[in-house]
């Protein structure tokens, strides 16, 4: 496989990825826009695969357009089924995509079915739109003329080119001279040694109903190899005006940058309007390169993870040098220290770029496999994300989805009831899925909970004694029984579906996110409901924090989770029998770290200060007597002594050498669970 085949399969599966987010939208939101997405991501995924000569991938996804314009116009009826067919063949392209010539004999036949079936559904949806603009069209043929507007686009390409050369680019330029009235000028120059002509640019005049944004589409698999400048001269087709394609000619041994002033001069005088050239900012030659799109590399992870060390190693090298220059005093050494602390925080913040994604990333294929596995079981279930903006590193979230799906089937199989059954047990019919994602210390944490009917712990042992999982002599706690499905070959299932049942599952679970150095915590109530939690490390070893004092300890507390400080008398904080504070006229629940650690030392003589931390639904203090400072901290995993205590996430060693344990304030609040709700 080429290189060219390897980045076409890698982008064309996001395309795809793309389109089936926005129609798995658009059943709970039937958004324009929505089925815009969808239909902009297919007219992509099409020309990349016509580009690459991938003509059955094409054709195949130019009926799933034409089956997305009819959705679009409005001209359906019977959408929700539409939208079920368009899901299946986005499959269909997905499974193509590993074998994009289709030479399996099977997947032919396959092929060759379903090719069929949405070959007769986009011509009777083709149909329909036609008359249904027929009908409703009020447009006139000037209208529809209007259009079409008039591009001059320079394309340099960054690598040796002749016309014998099998690259991509030339199946584009002959899409982009069919979109409409076209003149393509390709300009060679002659190098010593070579038999054939080299490129040097092209210069391309073409009148389409496409935007500028089209046409940079169809160059985002080569983006990489050329410089591209797109430029709109004119809100109509200037090829029916007779003096155009003259002037083009009068024109052909300008550069590029005075062939745009001249065709933006040629367009006001035919015109008289204000011609729109797109600009990129912050360009060195804006009118060679106005839209040219960032190009991109992929680097092996492990090099990411030897960068994410480096920088790491010189935060920790920084704060050394931030106390030195402290120490001394030496004003020369104190403004190159502030230097390296903003350049160093700079390249932190792109190191984490290129190795975090959002946890949204897979909500895709979590969405459709709800979407699917209730349809399929006749239930009724709505699921909702929080957190889909929480950022873990990338091999994790690629590891994690199939745990994730594994735990969404047996919620949807074991868990929801069926809609008469809920409406019986005074529930609503519509069963509710919740996936919610969060920061916690040095921790990210997914809860998967559902409203179902929870976990028997009776049918659990019962199963459990008779598969032999667990003699029936022996006495388990009720969180021991419900574990017992993490077992291997344990299901309650009754029978087989597609959905779960095989007893295969939940120990994957267990055994993926241990191998990712994680937990997995199981919670459920007979007849409301089940919540699983799956704790994973933040591999990066990165946090900005506060840095606080108490007695002669330091701790760290992420800043992510801090809203405000106060300072408060520590004598209020003595026989607060309630742990309440009134801070800002409300009254918030406090914890004292002085005494829940246990730590010796004079008190602070009149003040402490009160750290307000953010716990998901609620807002806590936390006590210290001393603010150090917002501090870099470099996670350092803690040892033994620590393994039980959920309330530190980790240590990080300070300028000076003195260790600082960094906190995790959600557990933290857990342990004092008895805390009151906010007032």
């Known amino acids: 496989m080429s290189q060219f085949d390897k980045l076409f399969i890698e982008e064309a599966n996001e395309q795809l990825e793309i389109a089936e987010q926005a129609l798995l939208n658009y059943e709970t939101n039937a958004a324009p826009a929505l089925i815009e997405e969808a239909f902009r991501a297919l007219h992509t995924f099409k020309g990349a695969a016509y580009i690459f000569s991938l003509k059955e991938l094409g054709d195949f996804a130019h009926h799933i357009e034409s089956i997305l314009d009819g959705v679009r116009q409005g001209s359906l009826s019977s959408i929700d089924e539409i939208i079920g067919k368009l899901l299946v063949y986005l499959d269909h392209l997905k499974r193509l995509m590993s074998d994009p010539e289709i030479n399996n004999e099977n997947e032919r036949l396959k092929h060759d079915k379903i090719s069929a079936e949405i070959n007769i559904l986009s011509k009777e949806i083709a149909n329909e739109v036609k008359n249904f603009e027929q009908k409703n069209c009020n447009s006139t043929i000037q209208e529809i003329e209007d259009d079409c507007c008039t591009f001059y686009l320079s394309i340099i390409p960054k690598i040796k080119l002749s016309e014998s050369s099998n690259h991509p680019i030339f199946n584009i330029i002959e899409e982009i001279t069919e979109l409409g009235s076209s003149q393509n000028n390709p300009h060679f120059i002659t190098e010593e040694n070579e038999e054939a002509q080299i490129i040097q640019h092209w210069d391309i005049y073409v009148a389409c109903p496409q935007s500028a944004e089209d046409l940079e589409d169809l160059f985002m698999f080569i983006d990489s190899d050329v ?22 000619e009068s024109i052909k041994g300008f550069s590029p ?64 040098l931030s106390l030195f220059a402290e120490k001394y005093h030496i004003p020369e050494l104190e403004n190159l220290v502030e230097n390296m602390d903003r350049h160093i925080i700079q390249l932190r913040d792109i190191t984490f770029d290129m190795t975090l994604v959002p946890i949204e990333s897979m909500m895709g294929r979590l969405r459709r496999l709800v979407r699917d596995s209730s349809k399929a079981l006749g239930k009724e279930v709505e699921f909702i994300v929080d957190g889909g903006n929480t950022e873990l590193d990338k091999i994790f979230i690629d590891s994690l989805t199939d745990p994730l799906m594994h735990i969404l089937r047996n919620s949807i199989d074991h868990g929801i009831e069926c809609p008469e059954v809920r409406k019986e047990a005074g529930k609503p019919e519509k069963g509710t899925i919740r996936f919610e994602a969060y920061y916690s210390g040095a921790n990210v944490h997914i809860d998967i909970s559902d409203d179902g009917k929870g976990l028997d712990t009776e049918v659990i042992w019962e199963k459990a004694v008779q598969k032999g999982i667990v003699d029936k002599n022996r006495n388990l706690s009720t969180k021991e029984m419900m574990e017992l499905i993490f077992e291997p070959g344990f299901s309650t299932a009754k029978n087989i579906t597609d959905v779960s049942g095989r007893g295969v599952g939940m120990d994957v679970v267990r055994k993926n996110i241990t191998e990712l150095k994680g937990e997995i915590e199981l919670n459920s109530e007979k007849g409301k409901g089940t919540k699983i939690t799956i704790k994973v ?14 007695a002669e300890e330091f701790f760290v507390i992420p800043i992510q989770v801090v809203k405000k400080c106060y300072e408060v008398p520590y004598g209020k904080l003595l026989h607060n029998f309630n742990d309440i504070l009134i801070l800002d006229d409300r ?43 917002e501090y870099q901290a470099v996670l350092k995993p803690i040892g033994q002594h620590y393994k039980d205590q959920d309330f530190i996430s980790g240590a990080t060693i300070l300028g000076d050498g003195t260790v600082a344990l960094v906190l995790d304030t959600n557990k933290l609040v857990e342990l004092k669970s008895k805390l009151p709700l906010n007032s």
């Open 227 to 248: 410089d591209l400048g797109i430029n709109k001269i004119a809100d109509s087709n200037l090829f029916e005006k007779e003096e155009f394609e003259p002037f083009l």
């Open 257 to 320: 940058a005075e062939k745009i002033n001249e065709l933006n001069a040629f367009g006001n005088s035919i015109q008289h309007t204000e011609i729109e050239v797109t600009e990129e900012i912050n360009t060195p030659d804006p009118v060679i390169n106005p839209n040219l799109k960032s190009s991109s590399i992929r680097v092996n992870t492990n090099k990411i993870d030897q960068l994410m060390n480096l920088v790491s190693e010189l935060v920790t090298d920084q704060a050394s």
């Open 537 to 550: 490390p933040l591999t990066l070893s990165i946090i900005d924090g506060l840095l606080v004092k108490i």
């Open 587 to 629: 009254q918030i629940p406090f914890i004292n770290l002085r005494e829940e650690l246990a730590l010796n030392g004079n008190p602070p003589p009149e003040y402490t200060i009160a750290i307000t931390v953010l716990n998901r639904n609620k807002e806590v203090a936390i006590t210290a007597d001393e603010i150090i400072g």
